[in-house]
């Protein structure tokens, strides 16, 4: 039973469009993130929220917009992609610090713009 | 803006070498410092630490933590070619576990 599934894998379209990105986890974390990973594998945080709540926006392009329907789902759309937004994103959830403090990532969903 | 800087960036050795590497860090209320590896896909969860001076043991991997000179380093002894992957650190800070990472250290262990 995955942890943290995102959908799809692999994304492969062109500039302008409109795509999304689904990540669903079935730990009960009340945290949930998505990073975006570039070609030499620097992880850069993009959103997080904490129970629905969005709780860190880190200077990301109006044309990405998360949604969280609940705690254990959280969405990324992105509109009018650019060549740009290629890369390998990542939904993660977080157990409390009072415990592990893990993050725990999906397998990642690879964007291709071309 | 938090920053986390690791270093060396990369780094090749031998089978059974001992390896040290390294993890810095400039962040706003700092809560704990994560180890992670990632091979071909997401990362994994190597250890969380929170205080200073505790070493955190598991098999050949250690990492220690100084919360006064604000760094942290992974050593791995006896290096396999298992091992050979990137490895990323990460600072949890502030009131809302904004967990940053730092830009890795790609780490190749040659037969």
């Known amino acids: 039973d995955t942890a943290v599934s995102q959908t799809p894998k692999y994304l492969v379209t062109q500039m302008g469009n409109d795509k999304s990105i689904k990540c669903e986890q079935n730990?009960?974390?009340?945290?949930m993130y998505w990073y975006k990973q570039d070609s030499k594998k620097f992880l850069k945080i993009m959103f997080s929220?904490?129970?629905?709540?969005?709780?860190i926006n880190e200077t990301v392009p109006n044309r990405f917009s998360p949604k969280s329907p609940d705690k254990a789902h959280l969405n990324l759309h992105i509109n009018s992609l650019e060549l740009g937004d290629s890369a390998v994103y990542f939904c993660?959830?977080?157990?409390?610090?009072?415990?592990?403090?893990?993050?725990?990532f999906g397998e990642g969903s690879r964007l291709t713009v071309l | 803006e938090d920053k986390v800087v690791q270093s060396p960036l990369s780094l090749v050795v031998h089978e059974g070498d001992t390896v040290t590497l390294n993890c810095s860090y400039e962040?706003?209320?700092?809560?704990?410092l994560l180890w992670y590896k990632q091979e071909k896909k997401a990362p994994t969860f190597l250890f969380m630490l929170?205080?200073?001076?505790i070493e955190k043991k598991s098999g050949r991997l250690s990492s220690i933590l100084d919360k006064k000179e604000l760094f942290s380093i992974l050593n791995i002894t006896a290096t396999q070619t298992g091992d050979s992957a990137v490895y990323l650190c990460?600072?949890?800070?502030?009131?809302?576990?904004?967990?940053?990472f730092g830009t890795g250290t790609k780490l190749q262990v040659i037969p």
């Open positions: 993660a959830s977080r157990a409390p610090e009072r415990r592990t403090g893990e993050l725990f």
């Open positions: 730990l009960g974390h009340d945290t």
């Open positions: 929220y904490n129970n629905k709540e969005l709780i």
């Open positions: 962040v706003t209320n700092f809560r704990s």
């Open positions: 929170t205080s200073s001076g």
């Open positions: 990460a600072v949890g800070s502030g009131g809302y576990q904004k967990v940053t």
